[in-house]
């Protein structure tokens, strides 16, 4: 049986991981920097209070990945199936992020805070997004069907549609501009 390798306080820089392979393993308080990670392969690898800053993790094979306290700042990260991740513990957050056709499909995100991001036709289906922060985003065409927005905060995004009736969205909140985000079902106009 092989051992998977133990990293800790390490920086990477630069590195591209596209043609030679991400290494398995378990990555701890480590920094990725302006790394290539497009449709890479990171099945079983543990990322454990990680930071990914400018790095493009596009269309990357995260099947039973566990990202735990991890923080995305300025990263490109389309099509990325979260939905498949390793689900004890997740936790991360986005910062200026792109993170189009990424789909977060029955995830528990409870607090988790997206500031300053793209999120294009994102999968929220079934997700709990209670308490999240929408902070500055573009959500157009995102799917948000059976799930929990409870005191979830999209005063600042826009772009959105959310059918009040195939969401719980007690106590979430929305500026008065917003609000036709929550009526477009309803093919209103309102002036």
Same mark, same amino acid.
């Given at each position: ?11 990477? *820089?630069?590195?591209?991981?596209? %043609? ?8 701890? !308080? ?43 700042? !300025? ?24 993170? !189009? ?16 991001? $793209?999120?294009?036709?994102?999968? +929220? ?14 959500? *157009?065409?995102?799917?948000?069907? $059976? ?6 905060? +999209?005063? *600042? %995004?826009? !772009? ?16 008065? *501009? ?14």
């Amino acid at each position: 049986m092989t051992m998977s390798a133990y990293t800790t306080d390490e920086e990477f *820089t630069g590195l591209d991981y596209t %043609a030679s392979g991400f290494p398995k393993g378990e990555y701890e !308080n480590c920094t990725f920097r302006n790394c290539m990670f497009s449709g890479t392969d990171l099945s079983g690898v543990i990322f454990l209070e990680c930071e990914f800053d400018g790095c493009d993790l596009s269309n990357a094979i995260i099947k039973n990945t566990s990202i735990k306290d991890v923080r995305f700042r !300025n990263c490109k990260l389309l099509g990325l199936r979260f939905d498949q991740c390793a689900s004890l513990l997740l936790a991360f957050s986005f910062e200026q992020c792109v993170l !189009n056709f990424s789909s977060f499909y029955k995830l528990k995100l409870k607090g988790t805070a997206f500031n300053g991001c $793209q999120l294009q036709e994102v999968e +929220f289906v079934e997700a709990d997004l209670s308490q999240a922060s929408f902070h500055d985003c573009d959500l *157009t065409r995102a799917i948000f069907e $059976q799930s929990i927005l409870e005191g979830a905060d +999209f005063r *600042t %995004a826009w !772009n959105f549609s959310i059918d009040p009736e195939m969401n719980r969205i007690r106590r979430a909140r929305f500026s008065a *501009t917003g609000i036709l985000g929550l009526l477009d079902k309803h093919d209103i106009v309102v002036e």
